[in-house]
């Protein structure tokens, strides 16, 4: 399932159409081959896909060299369209969305509020860093008022003031894999298991009321099980909360059964999965109470965590992580640093039967 409609991360590109005189006349061969390198590794694994990179000749970001990057697949979940920002001074780079501000003279954060605001159909307060980052950009978030606190996105303004830049900041020297995983800042909180030496990463994002994501459980669970020996398998909350009422919760009461029973958490996955459509039927609190209570959990432990404001808001933090890097559907699987489509899961069993096996 996707939140995508509602979030800045999916929102096109407008880009002012003034072309520019030469900025890709000394383009090279061998930068553009290095940064479809890098986009074959930043954009998703997808079944018989094809990526199309070409240089875009309207104005842009200051001090960025712009790309249109074209996913194609056979799998309709899994093409995507973006773009990759590419500065030949310091080889930062930043792939997502690119969004035109309006060209006037009020403070940046205003316009920012205001295009962000039109776009999301919502109130938003943005907030711009005094100091910039390297080409120019300041880091900025937009914070919009959900039922469960505070959410935000975040950006970059680029030097010029006038392109909000939503996507993944990196390098083009460095892996974005390793970028991608630093950015989700996948802390202790996460739930592990299996062989924390292994060579094989498998990260699961998913979200408990998603039915794509209880198809992907049934189907690929027994293979983790299998080859725990084999593989370090961390799995992250992304509850798409705004489309699932009661996906956050699940994800609390995963969070607090993780700390007080660990030994219980991957229990629990495997239920909620195994019975969304009973879920349904009642709130999901009740629920929650009696699932507890059914297995002899200590419920006043647990509900000190599931009731806390400040694991409700680091669960929102975590979701707003991963939509800054562009992982805003689930299920969504990173395997070695690899984000792989799920689709309709034959492609990504494969994908992850492979890397298992070391192929």
Known sequence: MTMRKKTLSAIGCVLVATTLSAQFADQG????????????????????????????????????????ATLSSPDQHCGTARYILFSPATQQTLVGT??????????????????????LKQTVTATVAPLALPDGLKAVSIIRTTPYGPFAYHGFIDA???????????????????????????????????????????????????????????????????NLNKISFSRVDLPLFENHKWALPAALGARAIQRVAPKKYWEYVDHVFTNQEEIEKVPFDSFFRNYIQDHDLDWKAIEKIYKSKTEQQAVLDSV???????????????????????????????????????K
């Open 160 to 226: 010029s003031e006038q392109f909000l830049l939503i996507g993944m900041r990196g390098n083009l020297r460095e892996d974005p894999g390793q970028t991608l995983l630093k950015t989700l800042g996948l802390d202790k909180t996460v739930a592990r298991r299996g062989n924390g030496a292994s060579k094989v990463s498998i990260i699961e994002l998913s979200d408990f009321q998603c039915p794509s994501c209880a198809r992907a459980h049934e189907k690929l669970e027994p293979i983790f099980a299998k």
């Open 98 to 119: 690119v969004v035109a501000l309006p060209a006037d003279t009020r403070p940046v954060h205003v316009r920012v509020a205001e295009q962000a605001g039109q776009m």
């Open 29 to 68: 061969t061998n930068q553009a081959a290095a940064v479809k390198a890098y986009a074959v590794r930043a954009l998703p694994k997808c079944a018989s896909s094809s990526l199309a990179l070409e240089p875009v000749t309207q104005k842009g970001p200051k001090h960025f060299q712009i790309y249109r």
């Open 320 to 358: 707003s992580r991963s939509f800054a890097v562009g992982v805003n559907s689930t299920p969504t699987f990173i395997v070695n640093g690899q984000v792989v489509g799920f689709g309709d899961g034959t492609y990504a069993t494969e994908y992850i039967r492979n890397a298992i096996a070391g």
